[in-house]
């Protein structure tokens, strides 16, 4: 969480109760432990294979997250602009 606060620069980050991270897993129909627990994973078996990331460090990755919802938002608020009102023309 850390490295996706900075990532958005957002310099603090509130911690979130057990029961509102239920709350959330439950509207997102997934279970809480996938969200509670950390797991290092290593990837062994691709990286032996030959597999490159496009972003193999996870602050590489949440920089990239990051950047495409700030562009994918914006051109969402860019190409929808209100009409003028009848008085604004």
Same mark, same amino acid.
């Given at each position: ?20 991270? $239920? ?9 809480? $432990? ?13 990286? $032996?294979?030959?597999?490159?990331? $496009?972003?193999?460090?996870w602050p590489e990755a949440a ?27």
């Open positions: 969480m850390r490295v996706l606060r900075q990532a958005w620069r957002t310099p603090l980050g509130l911690p979130s109760a057990r029961w509102m991270i $239920e709350i959330g897993t439950l509207l997102l129909r997934t279970e809480s $432990e996938l969200v509670l627990k950390s797991r290092r994973v290593i990837p062994t078996r691709l990286l $032996e294979a030959g597999f490159r990331f $496009e972003y193999p460090t920089n990239d997250l990051v950047q495409r919802w700030r562009q994918t938002t914006s051109s969402h608020r860019n190409a929808v602009k209100p009409s003028a009102t009848p008085a604004q023309q």
